[in-house]
């Protein structure tokens, strides 16, 4: 059997809530709700169902008329509109209307202050506004009208939330922002955008920057770098003067298009012009190697392939390598990057006997070798050609006429940069370095 139960909405409960709406017509549901001890949807259905209520802002009048001014308005209204009967356009062709108005700094009431709940159909409540401070009146006060301090919206966050954001994300250097915005409400409460999190961390100096890519080292490699620098790192010029560094490298048809950059809309990234194809194995290319010294340079070998044992013995040591050797003389040092033809019995057997010596070289060490940046020289002039190379033949050309416009002093000048390499890599305990 069905029992009634206590109803939903009581016949007190809507007296209760009439009875505040007759004394204030402008309260909120909250403020009902706080009074009545009813929940906020009880009270809402209170005035919408049960007293026909709805809520809306009062209309702006003009200041509250008196019983003549009605009159007057009254009449010449009446005598208007006869002469309109009568002339009909003729009559407002001849009116030119006119008015001033004030300038004011602000509105002493918004339309969202106004809301007051009514019946449907019961006439709305005029208002007259206020007199707020106007321009005269504030000259005459203050001596000027500028606008005064103000402190601003209040910041959300405080300062041991600005430390947590910086010290969360110094412990995770990849955290993005969206994650320090989850993390600090997970801890705190505050809620935060991901603008303010760029924001606060740029005030301290920490700003989204793209990893910088090196090869990578073991303990080994750490201690073999550090103990080469230590032995090279008081070098002077003079002794830097022997040493031909040497290196290889690979240029495609394609550039490292993470280089290059457009102007566009924001809203237009797919867009045809916008996109440039790119095979993911890089392309057709061709292997490149140079040697250089202070006051002069080989000439840039271009092949197709890979470099082997053989090829490096018979082209690069016999036709490049030997003649510095022999204009230079028993002081020559060669430099290799230790790469897997470049330590072949045969190549060492070449060495050995046209009297070349060698210099010790750590491994995965491309940042103390200058001919690292040569390459790069390369790498931004090459695709730089109006038109770029579109084949191996143009591409072999650019190669060689690009790499003979390389200003000697600017080779030179990273050759001199080796005692600073040095001693970069000392103080970075042979780990990376800037270079």
Request: net charge positive; aromatic share 8%.
């Amino acid at each position: 059997m069905l029992r009634p139960g206590r109803p939903s909405v009581s016949d007190a409960d809507v007296q209760a809530v009439a009875a505040l709406m007759d004394s204030d017509r402008r309260q909120t549901i909250r403020q009902l709700a706080g009074q009545t001890r009813l929940a906020h949807t009880t009270v809402l259905h209170i005035l919408k169902e049960r007293l026909s209520m709805r809520k809306i802002s009062s209309r702006w009048v003009q200041h509250q008329l008196t019983e003549m001014q009605k009159w007057l308005r009254y009449d010449a209204a009446r005598t208007h509109l006869e002469r309109y009967e009568r002339e009909e356009d003729a009559f407002l062709s001849r009116i030119i209307t006119l008015d001033e108005t004030w300038a004011r700094l602000y509105q002493p009431e918004l339309k969202r202050q106004s809301n007051e709940w009514r019946h449907h159909g019961s006439p709305r409540r005029s208002k007259f506004p206020q007199t707020p401070a106007m321009l005269w009146q504030r000259f005459q006060d203050d001596g000027n009208v500028s606008r005064r301090y103000s402190t601003s919206r209040p910041r959300v966050k405080k300062p041991n939330e600005d430390r947590y954001l910086a010290v969360t994300a110094k412990r995770n250097r990849r955290s993005t922002a969206s994650d320090l915005s989850h993390q600090l409400s997970s801890a705190t409460g505050t809620i935060i955008s991901r603008q303010t999190v760029y924001k606060r961390l740029g005030q301290i100096g920490l700003y989204a920057r793209r990893l910088v890519r090196r090869v990578p080292l073991t303990a080994t490699h750490c201690r073999l770098r550090l103990a080469r620098s230590r032995e090279h790192a008081l070098w002077t010029p003079q002794q830097w003067v022997c040493v031909m560094f040497s290196d290889e490298s690979r240029f495609s048809l394609q550039s490292d298009f993470r280089r290059t950059f457009i102007w566009r809309a924001p809203d237009i990234r797919y867009h045809q012009e916008n996109i440039t194809e790119r095979h993911h194995y890089g392309g057709a290319g061709v292997l490149v190697w140079a040697g250089i010294i202070l006051g002069s340079r080989t000439d840039l070998h271009v092949q197709l392939g890979t470099m082997i044992s053989q090829i490096y013995r018979d082209v690069i040591l016999k036709q490049n390598v030997r003649l510095l050797r022999g204009a230079m003389g028993a002081q020559f040092v060669f430099m290799d990057d230790n790469a897997r033809p470049h330590r072949a019995n045969i190549v060492s057997e070449c060495l050995q006997s046209e009297d070349i010596t060698r210099m010790d070289w750590p491994a995965f060490s491309p940042d103390l070798n200058p001919v690292e940046h040569v390459w790069d020289m390369l790498g931004r002039r090459v695709p730089a050609r109006q038109p770029p190379p579109t084949c191996l033949p143009e591409l072999r050309r650019a190669l060689l006429f690009e790499c003979c416009n390389i200003p000697q002093d600017q080779i030179d000048h990273l050759i001199l940069s080796m005692p600073r390499r040095c001693t970069d890599c000392i103080a970075s305990s042979g780990r990376h370095t800037m270079y």
